[in-house]
């Protein structure tokens, strides 16, 4: 059964702790992303990933880290820089040269308290 | 700057049609996509646009207008289940997506 799957679904965390939430695809697709969605706002991009051991910054990239060793997973550390860290985050992949359509996880909430 | 525009909310009648219009301003353009977002889940992809004219699918139907930067989605016969964030985005010369803010549907009985 190919999809995309983020974990876990609910994520608490407190104050100063690094977290890390999990992406993996078994869609064999080149590219990967990671977006932030707030209420009330567009999604917006951390962090892209368009072939294993590179990847590049999006428009709020400061405050989080990943890493793309292998092509089927795209993790994202939400580090203590991030100054409001509290949303839902929303892992997306996609083969690269048709229409480029993003699929996307069922993503994480994760809460700072 | 780059930008989409979209209603924040809009109020139908089951059974009834709506049309739901997106505006953008991009640096280049290689298509228009929707999303559908149910609260508390994932966007799932609903439709893609490159050239102008209308694509349908079964109920759903989108219409792009490259020259006016305007594009519309136009559900059919709605269902209680329609109810939901629709997601405009339209994609970049550098192949990235920007997202407008998204159109919360009601569905009155």
């Known amino acids: 059964d190919g999809g995309i799957t983020q974990s876990p679904k609910y994520l608490f965390r407190k104050e100063g702790q690094n977290v890390t939430l999990s992406c993996e695809q078994n869609?064999?697709?080149?590219?990967m992303y990671w977006y932030r969605q707030d209420p009330g706002q567009g999604l917006r991009l951390i962090y892209y990933s368009q072939i294993v051991n590179d990847f590049q910054k999006g428009d709020i990239a400061e405050g989080y880290s990943v890493s793309r060793e292998k092509k089927e997973s795209f993790p994202l550390t939400v580090t203590s820089a991030q100054k409001n860290p509290t949303a839902f985050y929303l892992c997306?992949?996609?083969?690269?040269?048709?229409?480029?359509?993003?699929?996307f996880g069922p993503g994480t909430r994760l809460t700072v308290l | 700057g780059q930008n989409i525009d979209q209603p924040t909310e809009m109020t139908a009648t089951e059974g009834a049609i709506v049309q739901i219009n997106c505006t953008y301003q991009?640096?280049?353009?290689?298509?228009l996509f929707w999303y559908q977002q149910h609260a508390g889940e994932a966007p799932t992809f609903l439709s893609y646009n490159v050239l102008d004219g209308l694509e349908e699918k079964g109920r759903f139907s989108s219409f792009l207008s490259r020259s006016k930067g305007y594009s519309y989605l136009l559900l059919k016969e709605l269902q209680m289940k329609d109810s939901a964030s629709y997601l405009c985005?339209?994609?970049?010369?550098?192949?990235?997506?920007?997202w407008g803010a998204g159109t919360k549907l009601i569905i009155k009985p």
């Open positions: 997306a992949s996609t083969t690269l040269g048709d229409t480029d359509t993003q699929y």
């Open positions: 991009t640096s280049g353009f290689n298509g």
């Open positions: 985005a339209a994609m970049d010369s550098n192949y990235q997506l920007i």
């Open positions: 869609l064999n697709h080149d590219a």
